[in-house]
Nanobody, 124 residues
Framework: QVQLVESGGGSVQAGGSLRLSCAVSRGRFSRLSMGWFREAPGKGREFVAATTWDGASRVYATSEKGRFTISKDNARQLVYLQMDALKPEDAAVYYC?????????????????WGQGTEVTVSS
């Protein structure tokens, strides 16, 4: 069973940056496509970014495009979410997710593997 563990969350002022990491174990990392999602209080879990097995293809939610960057390090079995120009509305619990198809996916239901989440707070 693939295991995912997120880290890097914390508190930051608006305009600041954070880099989230997701460590993957018990799976063939080079054959996992990865995604980041977030869930704010009172809202459903929403798509943030995704990348393919080899990290060559990346897609983003419209509001994050240009501010967030997803990357995948197959050698270290880590996936990152670099978040810049953070806004108060970016505050949420961020989740790392994985699936084994060689293309990007945006729906929560399409990901069988999930981490426990890491919290990001953004003060104005």
């Amino acid at each position: 069973q693939v295991q995912l563990v997120e880290s890097g969350g914390g508190s930051v002022q608006a305009g600041g940056s954070l880099r989230l990491s997701c460590a993957v174990s018990r799976g063939r990392f080079s054959r996992l496509s990865m995604g980041w999602f977030r869930e704010a209080p009172g809202k459903g879990r929403e798509f943030v970014a995704a990348t393919t097995w080899d990290g060559a293809s990346r897609v983003y939610a419209t509001s994050e495009k240009g501010r967030f960057t997803i990357s995948k390090d197959n050698a270290r079995q880590l996936v990152y979410l670099q978040m810049d120009a953070l806004k108060p509305e970016d505050a949420a619990v961020y989740y790392c997710a994985a699936h084994s198809d060689p293309y990007t996916k945006r729906q929560v239901s399409e990901y069988p593997y999930w981490g426990q989440g890491t919290e990001v707070t953004v003060s104005s």
